[in-house]
């Protein structure tokens, strides 16, 4: 492999501001309630009485110094020097938009906001639409006697924090696991931390499936980018994490544990996600997934997922972007290994193949 070319200088101080904002700047954390639980619990609890309501969910949105100001001026820098510059100054726009969704948590703005950083991009959203309604059509198999265990159970061997745990430790991957009260997904992965929810219900297919998820397609690329040259692949260009999701479900796929199960539930978000586009609230969201033979409690948790901060609906971008990543990938096969490296787009990774380090790497 040739050596990447040399690191432009401008790139550091683009750099430095993009870790400043990510480390502050969270869009899932900032959208999440407070208090989801035991929000979540009261729907449940009111929807079987017949009592159908909107939700009435509390948020800390982030209130610091506002980042936006110099992520726009730099962003009129960047764009002016050439290709990579293109890839930063797209980032930084993208970062204006996430630093905007953090601040407005729970405000009218939010929803305008949100449209714009996770809306239509191209065919694959089109084709999206159409896929996850042949996928709900079908019932999901019936999961028979699996067993299902809490996901933060600590002593029992199948739960998904002790299969995290000896995963990571089996591959000596400098990465922590943490149970955190606040998810809305069974697992997220930050830098070097994964977290686990607590308290919820899965099967042991559902926890394998999680923890090769989370791993193989996001611990690993996030190691993988601090040993590239460019500080890019670590803050992510734009729509580069949207690309790791549906980088990661096709990892799913080829372990052969993209099932019908799973893509009942990744259907259900994406039209729990084009409800909340189309304008649809609370209530109308979790009856649409009903309608759809979504279990109450399922409906109750996906709609409270796509409304979070007040519309964040962010499940519209994994299937189109599995769809995405597949056909590149299956186009150019060698560029999964740029996407393998940090949070990168497909488009991104076409420019950035030349800034790959040929460095041996761990994990």
């Not at 996850?132 to 067993?147: I, L, Q, S, T, Y």
């Not at 199960?261 to 969201?285: C, K, N, P, W």
């Not at 759809?292 to 971008?317: K, T």
């Not at 030349?354 to 761990?362: D, L, Q, R």
Request: a neutral charge; glycine letters at 8%.
């Amino acid at each position: 492999m040739l050596r990447p070319p040399e690191v432009p200088r401008w790139t550091q101080g683009a750099d430095a501001l993009f870790a400043a904002v990510s480390s502050r700047c969270r869009v899932i954390g900032c959208a999440t309630p407070v208090n989801l639980r035991a929000e979540i619990h009261a729907l449940t609890r009111d929807f079987e009485a017949g009592k159908a309501r909107l939700p009435r969910f509390a948020y800390a949105p982030d209130d610091g110094e506002d980042p936006r100001p110099s992520l726009e001026a730099m962003a009129a820098e960047l764009e002016k020097r050439g290709p990579l510059g293109e890839l930063y100054a797209a980032r930084a726009r993208e970062m204006v938009l996430e630093a905007g969704l953090c601040r407005t948590a729970g405000a009218d703005a939010f929803f305008d906001l949100a449209a714009r950083r996770y809306g239509r991009r191209d065919d694959f959203d089109d084709h999206a639409d159409s896929l996850v309604d042949d996928w709900v059509e079908g019932r999901p198999e019936d999961g028979g006697d699996a067993e299902l265990v809490p996901s933060d159970d600590r002593e029992d061997a199948r739960s998904l924090l002790r299969l995290m745990q000896a995963e990571i430790g089996r591959r000596r991957l400098p990465v922590r696991v943490v149970v955190a009260e606040r998810l809305a997904s069974l697992a997220a992965t930050g830098p070097g931390v994964i977290y686990v929810a607590k308290g919820k219900p899965l099967t042991e297919e559902d926890a394998r499936r999680t923890v090769l998820h989370e791993i193989d397609g996001h611990a690993i690329p996030r190691l993988r980018a601090q040993e590239q040259p460019l500080g890019l692949f670590s803050r992510g260009t734009a729509h580069g994490s949207d690309e790791q999701e549906g980088r990661a479900i096709g990892i799913e796929e080829q372990h052969g544990l993209l099932r019908h199960h799973r893509r009942f539930e990744l259907a259900l978000r994406h039209i729990a996600g084009r409800s909340v586009r189309q304008g649809a609230d609370f209530v109308e969201t979790t009856r649409s997934l009903l309608t759809r033979r979504a279990p109450l409690r399922a409906a109750l948790r996906i709609a409270a997922r796509s409304h979070r901060g007040g519309g964040l609906a962010r499940e519209l971008v994994y299937v189109p972007a599995w769809l995405r990543v597949k056909t590149a990938v299956s186009a150019e096969p060698a560029l999964d290994g740029v996407l393998a490296r940090g949070q990168v787009s497909v488009d991104a990774a076409k420019i950035l193949a030349t800034w790959i380090s040929p460095a041996a790497e761990k994990p």
